[in-house]
């Protein structure tokens, strides 16, 4: 890395990517890059949006490594048994966990119905109730925050643990990350009042204490940058299989896709040929990979609407620095 490359991006930063609040490099496991910006610090924690999502797919993968979930292709309703079914409705009793984590299932709503949801007592329920309708089962649609929880509650439901202490004891411990428990609105002021907060933590819940999965986690951009290092050296970490190489590959590769943008289990897949990867959450937050380059990159971003690219950002100005 040059300087003047170093001091063109962070003019770049300064000048047209102006929330990035943290971005880590790591270039075959070691930091050649760490800076911060908007008063942050490597100790604070962000709100990473649906980064979140990639996250519960590596939980996926483990309790599927460990034999709490039998298989990908189980039907969504097995693990529900006691959820009533309305009469009439076929497509949700046809949804498998691979429709989930490819985001190839079909909703009752035309655009969320968020209060509806965040005032409900059980977000797994509310979202369960607006699975299905008269959509196609393998048809790409993505459910930014009203469906992944379906997830967290399999997770709950066949861990026997909180989605959280199962994170911990499984991801984050190994990988020394440090999520401060459960975050619990109780009003709607209160949520919005935690998107603004400067320093985030822990992981959100609903009124159950079940952690969401299509948002809601706070990492620091360290944090993020493990979680990609984990998956580029195939779910090894510190000389322990973290998670099976198997479920990185699949989890990496082409399942599904939104317009021109192949996705795989709960990430997005940026270059099938160079085996580049990532976990994208709103407002410009990323865990980004390239297998050939062995580079991992993670930015953390204070949230506004319309962020601009951030694969832009790395392809143009950052990794060109460590070639």
């Known amino acids: 890395m040059n300087e003047n ?4 991006l962070e003019k770049t930063i300064n000048s047209s990517y102006k929330n990035i609040a943290g971005i880590v490099v790591l270039k075959n496991g070691k930091t050649v890059y760490e800076n911060y910006f908007n008063g ?3 100790t604070n924690k962000l709100h990473v949006f ?12 483990i309790a599927i490594d ?4 039998k298989s990908i292709n189980q039907k969504v309703l097995d693990f529900f048994p006691d959820y009533p079914v309305k009469r009439g409705e076929k497509t949700i009793q046809n949804v498998t966990l691979k429709d989930m984590v490819t985001m190839t299932v079909p909703y009752k709503y035309k655009s969320e119905p968020y209060t509806e949801y965040f005032t409900s007592h059980n977000w797994v329920n509310s979202a369960l109730d607006l699975l299905g309708g008269k959509g196609k089962i393998g048809e790409f649609r993505y459910t930014p925050l009203i469906g992944p929880d379906i997830l967290s509650g399999i997770l709950v439901k ?3 643990q909180s989605v959280l202490d199962f994170a911990t004891e499984y991801l984050f411990s190994p990988l ?3 999520v401060e428990g459960n975050v619990i609105f109780r009003n709607k002021e209160e949520q919005l009042a935690w998107y603004k907060e400067k320093n985030v933590r822990g992981w959100v819940a609903d009124p159950q204490g079940v ?8 990492l620091t951009p360290i944090e993020m940058a493990k979680i990609g290092q984990l998956y580029l050296d195939e779910g090894m970490w510190k000389g322990k299989q973290i998670i099976s190489k ?9 399942h599904s896709r939104w317009d021109k943008l192949p996705y795989g289990y709960l990430w997005w897949v940026i270059d099938n040929k160079e085996h580049i990867y990532a976990a994208l959450g709103d407002g410009g937050n990323v865990i980004y990979v390239s297998a050939k380059k062995r580079i991992v990159v993670s930015i953390a971003s204070l949230f506004m609407p319309s962020a601009k690219d951030r694969i832009k950002l790395i392809k143009e100005y950052i990794e060109p620095m460590f070639d």
């Open 50 to 61: 649906s980064v979140t999502k990639s996250i519960i797919s590596i939980l996926i993968g």
């Open 176 to 178: 020394e990350i440090d």
């Open 5 to 8: 490359q170093k001091i063109c």
């Open 158 to 160: 066949t861990t026997g």
């Open 246 to 254: 198997e479920w990185v590959d699949e989890s990496t590769k082409e």
């Open 40 to 42: 942050y610090t490597a």
């Open 211 to 218: 952690n969401t999965a299509g948002w809601g986690l706070s």
């Open 66 to 69: 460990k034999g709490y979930i």
